[in-house]
T-cell receptor, first 114, second 115 residues
Framework: AQSVSQHNHHVILSEAASLELGCNYS??????LFWYVQYPGQHLQLLLK??????LVKGIKGFEAEFIKSKFSFNLRKPSVQWSDTAEYFC????????????FGTGTRLQVFP | NAGVTQTPKFQVLKTGQSMTLQCAQD?????MSWYRQDPGMGLRLIHY???????DQGEVPNGYNVSRSTTEDFPLRLLSAAPSQTSVYFC??????????????FGPGTRLLVL
């Protein structure tokens, strides 16, 4: 069965540090990829997505992600984090043979200190 | 637009009790789904629906029942609550782009405690 791995479970950074959160999936066919964010006490919202085209996608709040098909990866990046980026981040994938189901990774908790 | 709404926000049940978590969306989305969120396990799909009258099982369907009589509503029923069902439950809705579901819009969640 397909799966999504987020190897960083808990990341702690100081403001202005750079961020990269890993996401790998285990499926070789066509995929749609998402990053969702859950701020404390709030529901999940879309950060960015990749369906096709330019593998470098830009999302809200200065986040970007790069789809590297050969590495089955969709890592999330931000050059300079802010305290307000403290949240939980989820990578998710839809695969072409199972298009009704969004599969989530286990999430990465990011804490940013001033 | 209210988006996706869920009620109640918080519920305490005793083992063996049944209850229904309500979910409604006003975006005319064909696709609706229920997830549970547990620490260290991310979100796991319980049940989903691709349209009124059509439902299917997700990754963790046991102990839960759903129905979809209208496009707007997708209630989740706990048949006989167990402590293992203590969790935060999220409802989401989406539309199809071609044959794949697009961005999912999530409700605020229901926090359930089963004693």
């Amino acid at each position: 069965a397909q799966s999504v791995s987020q190897h960083n479970h808990h990341v702690i950074l100081s403001e202005a540090a750079s961020l990269e959160l890993g996401c790998n999936y285990s499926y070789g066919g066509t995929v749609n990829l998402f990053w969702y964010v859950q701020y404390p006490g709030q529901h999940l919202q879309l950060l960015l997505k990749y369906f096709s085209g330019d593998p470098l996608v830009k999302g809200i709040k200065g986040f970007e992600a790069e789809f590297i098909k050969s590495k089955f990866s969709f890592n999330l990046r931000k050059p300079s984090v802010q305290w307000s980026d403290t949240a939980e981040y989820f990578c998710a994938v839809i695969v072409s043979y199972n298009t009704d189901k969004l599969i989530f990774g286990t999430g990465t908790r990011l804490q940013v200190f001033p | 637009n209210a988006g996706v709404t869920q009620t109640p926000k918080f519920q305490v049940l005793k083992t063996g009790q049944s209850m229904t978590l309500q979910c409604a969306q006003d975006m005319n989305h064909e696709y609706m789904s229920w997830y549970r969120q547990d620490p260290g396990m991310g979100l796991r799909l319980i049940h989903y629906s691709v349209g009124a009258g059509i439902t299917d099982q997700g990754e963790v369907p046991n102990g839960y029942n759903v129905s979809r009589s209208t496009t707007e509503d997708f209630p989740l029923r706990l048949l006989s609550a167990a402590p293992s069902q203590t969790s935060v439950y999220f409802c989401a809705s989406s539309f199809f782009q071609g044959y794949m579901i697009e961005t999912q819009y999530f409700g605020p969640g229901t926090r359930l405690l089963v004693l």
